[in-house]
């Protein structure tokens, strides 16, 4: 096969590998339900991240297989020697330059995409989380409940409305990670940490800590449970007039936590 | 025996010991006492003897066992022992447990101890496998799961990957730029010996009352500050393996700046020399400040110093700052010597010139220096201010564009060449796909909302395995047989090596790969059970992590049969220009009889008549030239 036959068979395989790579991207299920505008968004983003790095990958992997095929040594060639070529100062200069560009401008787009996810909305409510060892607690201040701040162990949000969970530790350090809504931040021991999301789809998701707190670590999991507005507000009063002091978890069949 | 107590080596390494178990009693002892610590029964205390006698312990074995010998005579005004050069060259194995300032036997003393602790910490994960084949299992409680993680990590890390490289580049530096040995060869056997003692603290902490240090590799204050007395074995073993690697990288720098034969230039040094010269000024640079955020832990758990304690005005966050500060330049650290075994083998396997030379070897300069200015986007939800994401982020999409030019650099050698694709050969190509992923991950991860959701999962998990394993591993199995024959001077076989490489490649793919789904889908790390959902592909991952560790007993084989019995190897299997290949297999107690002469680039394959070194003394000019000739026959 001629040098120019053998590239083009290279390069049609290069391009089906390619094609082949971005609809498998499709195909596969990459992430647990989207239940936040955030998980729309980072996932959005993850799926250009995924689909710049195929022809990467496989220009990689086609260079090396195709050196393999047309290159490798063959009987008789046991002495032989390659050509002398030590470089090329404009193909340096292109595989340094496109990487730049292409890594600074996914870069840049991944801030555009973290503003959007982080923009503080013009109404949003505020839930306190505290991550002890293993388990979570919630306190709901005065503002939602319209009484004294509400301590619960269970974790109720509003559809459709921005939340941001003002995160503390009363011992080592946690990580309160909602996989559902694509986001978490650490719980640290003497400062406050935040996060913020709006959920938009109703159902009950993993809240998981995510950084190895000791023994119990692997089953600090809890549930969150975004319901509509009128659910929430009802859980809220149903919970203040018992004093927060039962589970409170009669409103709802799943409301089992751990 | 009187002599023999009084002689190094291991009967006055047992006494030293006794005799820093007894001054570890006493200090203690003296200082609660002195302290006021109430009754006698408060005076001696197990956890603080424990504690100052894992320093106390160690140093007295290298006491002992005459790590210090030398120094101590001169610093004493007697007589030092004369250089008679008896500790060069190993005659039999017992040569090898002994304080030996031939780098070449270090360099074999350095690489057999690393792949030691890569089987122990192999097993360990097998073990963490096992665990986690299916959601709930009781093969381990969760403590001992804890450690074994805790271990395996900090095992592969410090006692393998990190001295395998500082090994194989103890063993063939030296031979590369033409010297007769390192800089210090004296501080060259210490920093070996150093290893093993560090490693055995690590292992032993699963003795420790507690169990092992179960906090990760990472051992986050404020947990490590308040875990059992396990975690101490961690913190002070890193002092020893950090230590080490000091030694070493400051003996490398010396070594390669001020020993290289004539006319070798820093551009005329092979990339193999150029990657070691560039681990090593991170390795000085860097390798405090792990021992620094060790240090804050051991004075807050002995001492109470409250550097991590929130409540008493420590701050949580610095440590993580300080750790990182090393721990991000450590993985270049356990990268970059990797790239320059990868150099030399492609030069060679392809008989072309490396592909702009001068740029692979700026590259190398630009990651160090970059090195330096990423730590941060370990912390992407560590909750230290948000602004110092952005400068982090950007410099960790910019790293990745030098690792790509040496990744293109590579491809563009291949291309035309003649390949010969044996065992080593096929472990660089396979590391040029699995290393390829992990970069590409490597990059993913630097974007933050991205990283946000996957920080400290799964995913994480699997980019660090196609960075280390998929990367750093298969360019030591590259280096090994590469040099094999060198170091033994017997040749490895041919077949048994493609098997090992071609079953670790496949099942290194299915043990990790599906790793990135199960992060992306929500399973974090660092867990003994999951959730049910997880459990199909953690028992698939489970199953291909047996293959994968059995593909290692292919490699053992190989290597312990081939260095018993193997085929004698010529000076010089593959070819090679560099000057490690100009000398016999293995090389002489003095690397060198005639000191060579470097007089061009070491990769000029197919530039017809080129040579790199020449060992005949150069032409020598006209006026002097008739002294300088030897007596014609």
């Known amino acids: 096969m001629s040098r120019q036959r053998s590239l083009t068979v290279a390069f049609v395989a290069a391009l089906v590998a390619v094609a082949i790579g971005i609809v498998l991207s499709y195909v596969i299920k990459w992430f647990p339900v989207q239940a936040s505008t955030q998980a729309k968004n980072t996932d959005a983003f993850y799926h250009v991240l995924v689909i710049c790095s195929i022809p990467i990958f496989v220009l990689v992997v086609t260079v090396i297989l195709y050196s393999v095929w047309q290159f490798r040594m063959r009987p008789g060639q046991e002495l032989m020697d390659g050509p002398p070529i030590h470089g090329n100062t404009r193909l340096e200069v292109f595989w340094t330059a496109i990487p730049s560009v292409l890594l600074l401008s996914l870069v840049g787009y991944s801030f555009v995409v973290l503003h959007k996810n982080e923009q503080k909305p013009a109404k949003e409510i505020e839930v306190a989380v505290y991550g002890q060892q293993f388990a979570w607690s919630y306190e709901y201040p005065p503002s939602i409940t319209h009484g004294a701040p509400l301590k619960s162990t269970q974790l109720y949000v509003p559809e459709g409305e921005s939340v941001r969970f003002d995160i503390h530790s009363r011992d080592v350090i946690h990580a309160f990670w909602i996989p559902a809504f694509r986001i978490q931040e650490d719980a640290v021991p003497g400062i406050t940490t935040h996060w913020r999301a709006t959920p938009d789809r109703i159902g009950d998701y993993p809240v998981v800590c995510n950084l190895l707190c000791g023994l119990g670590h692997s089953l600090m999991r809890s549930q969150i449970h975004v319901v509509s507005e009128e659910r929430f507000h009802a859980w809220i009063a149903s919970q203040t007039s018992s004093a927060g002091s039962s589970a409170g978890g009669a409103l709802t069949s799943t409301a089992g936590s751990q | ?633």
């Open chain 2, 1 to 633: 025996m009187a002599a023999r107590l009084k002689a190094p080596g291991f009967y006055r390494a047992g006494i030293f010991m006794v005799l820093g178990l007894a001054l570890a009693t006493f200090l203690t002892w003296i200082v609660r006492m002195s302290t006021g610590h109430g009754t006698f029964h408060h005076y001696i205390d197990g956890e603080a003897i424990l504690t100052v006698s894992l320093l106390s312990v160690p140093l007295g074995f290298l006491f002992g066992f005459g790590g210090f010998d030398y120094w101590f005579y001169w610093a004493a005004g007697k007589p030092t022992r004369p250089e008679d050069h008896s500790g060069h060259g190993a005659y039999s194995w017992k040569d090898y447990f002994r304080i030996n300032t031939d780098h070449k036997v270090i360099g074999i003393q350095y690489t057999v101890n690393s792949f030691i602790f890569l089987l122990i910490g192999g097993l360990i994960a097998m073990l963490m496998r096992a665990q986690l084949a299916s959601p709930g299992s009781h093969f381990v409680d969760a403590n001992t799961y804890n450690g074994l993680f805790s271990v395996h990590a900090s095992l592969l890390i410090f006692l393998f990957i990190i001295p395998v490289f500082a090994g194989l580049g103890n063993f063939v530096i030296p031979l590369m730029i033409g010297a007769p040995d390192m800089a210090f060869p004296r501080l060259n056997a210490l920093s070996f010996w150093l290893l093993p003692v560090a490693g055995i603290m690590m292992l032993a902490s699963f003795l420790a009352p507690g169990g092992a240090f179960a906090d990760g590799w990472t051992a986050y204050a404020p947990l490590s500050d308040s875990a059992p007395v396990g975690q101490t074995f961690f913190s002070i073993a890193v002092q020893f393996a950090g230590a080490s690697s000091i030694m070493t990288a400051l003996n490398f720098l010396v070594t390669i700046i001020t020993m290289r034969a004539p006319g070798m230039s820093f551009f005329r040094m092979p990339l193999l020399v150029w990657a070691n010269f560039a681990t090593s000024l991170l390795v000085v640079i860097a390798t405090p400040f792990i021992a620094a955020s060790q240090f804050f832990v051991l004075l807050d758990r002995g001492l109470h110093f409250n550097f991590f304690n929130a409540g008493k005005g420590g701050d949580v966050l610095m440590y993580q700052h300080v750790f990182w500060f090393y721990s991000h330049p450590a993985v270049y650290i356990m990268m970059l010597p990797g790239f320059g075994i990868i150099s030399e083998v492609i030069a060679v396997k392809s008989r072309k010139p490396i592909f702009g030379y001068r740029m692979m070897a700026f590259s190398l300069l630009a990651i160090v220096g970059l090195g330096f200015t990423v730590w941060a986007h370990h912390m992407f939800t560590s909750g230290m201010a948000n602004w110092i994401r952005i400068p982090m982020a950007i410099t960790t999409a910019i790293i990745a564009v030098p690792t790509g030019i040496k990744i293109f650099s590579w491809l563009a050698t291949l291309w035309r060449g003649v390949l010969h694709l044996d065992t080593s050969m096929l472990f660089a190509l396979g590391f040029l796909t699995t290393f390829t992923l992990g970069g590409i991950s490597g990059v993913m991860l630097a974007m933050i909302p991205f990283d946000i959701h996957v920080s400290a999962t799964y995913f994480v998990v699997a980019h660090i395995h196609y960075v280390l394993f998929g990367g750093s591993l298969m360019t030591i199995f590259a280096g090994v047989y590469y040099w094999f024959p060198k170091m033994t001077g017997r040749m490895y076989d041919e077949r048994l090596g493609k098997w090992h490489f071609w079953t670790t490649f496949v099942f290194f793919n299915l043990t990790f790969a599906p790793m990135h789904i199960l992060g992306l889908e929500g399973m974090p790390r660092r867990v003994s059970t999951y959730a049910s959902e997880f459990s199909g592909l953690n028992l698939f991952i489970s199953l291909a992590s047996f293959a994968l560790g059995a593909s290692t007993l292919v490699f053992i084989y190989n290597i312990v049969t081939s260095w018993r019995g193997g085929p004698v190897a010529a000076s010089n299997p593959w070819r090679g220009m560099t000057l490690e290949w100009q000398v016999s297999s293995p090389p002489p107690v003095f690397n060198f009889d005639r000191v060579p002469t470097v007089v061009g680039g070491p990769y000029e394959y197919g530039v017809p008549g080129a040579v790199h070194g020449i060992f005949a003394p150069a032409p020598a000019p006209a006026t002097a030239g008739g002294a300088l000739r030897a007596p014609s026959p």
